[in-house]
C-alpha cells in the first residue's frame, strides 16, 4: 500500500514553523555593501552593534573588496611558481656558482682519470 502523496514527512501533530515567539527577537542588523576592482557589489548583513570590517573577500570572484566603490582594492599580486633553479640563484651569487661548478667538474675529472666508472 503506497501512502498518500500530500503528507508531510518527518512532522508531528502540533507542529508548526518556528515563530519570533520560540525563538526570541532578532538583534537589529544593517547590511553594508562592499565593492571588488572586478565591479561585483556584495552585501553583508551584520549586527547593529557589531564592529564592521574595512574588507571583506568577494563572495563571486575572491578577490578583496571594501567599503568605499570609487576605490576598490587592487587584486593581490600574484607570485609566479619558482623553481629549484630559482630558489638556488637567490641564494648564491655567480661567483659561488661558478666555484661550485668548477669544484664538481674537478671531481668528475679526476674519477675519469683514475678510472671509475661513472653512470
Known sequence: MAGGGNA??????????????????????QAVAYYCSHEHRSVVTFAVEAQIPESWDCP????????????????PRIEPYKTHLAYVKERRSD???K????????????????????F
Open 60 to 75: 563571486k570572484c575572491g578577490l578583496p573588496a571594501s567599503l568605499d566603490s570609487e576605490n576598490p582594492p587592487p587584486a
Open 95 to 97: 661567483a659561488e656558482a
Open 99 to 118: 666555484d661550485i661548478l668548477n669544484e664538481a667538474l674537478q671531481t668528475l675529472r679526476s674519477r675519469r682519470k683514475a678510472g671509475d666508472i661513472i
Open 8 to 29: 508531510i514527512r518527518g512532522s508531528r501533530v502540533g507542529a508548526g514553523p518556528m515563530g519570533e515567539a520560540e525563538r526570541g527577537e532578532a538583534a537589529p542588523r
